[in-house]
């Protein structure tokens, strides 16, 4: 199939769903408490020699990470 042609059958099947996108909007959803997401990013760093020479190296900081992971409840 020609990428044109791919194109094409792309763009006219995004264009077939469009009368239903009310449906899946925010308000036709209902979410009850159960509903709600919590999303936790963390940003840790890989065990590197050079951390662990000036002492704050993943051993040190592990224990604190998980206490804060688990504070927040994600």
């Known amino acids: ?9 792309k ?3 995004a264009a077939a769903l469009l009368p239903a996108l009310p449906a899946f909007s925010k308000e036709a959803i209902s979410f009850g408490p159960t ?11 890989v065990a590197l020699d050079e951390d662990e020479a000036k002492g704050v190296g ?9 206490k804060i992971i688990k504070d927040k409840k994600p």
Request: net charge positive.
């Open 1 to 9: 199939m020609s990428s044109g042609r791919r194109k094409f059958l």
């Open 58 to 66: 993943w051993s040190s900081r592990k224990d604190i990470c998980l």
């Open 35 to 45: 509903g709600a997401h919590r999303v936790l990013s963390c940003n840790i760093r």
């Open 11 to 13: 763009g006219i099947s």
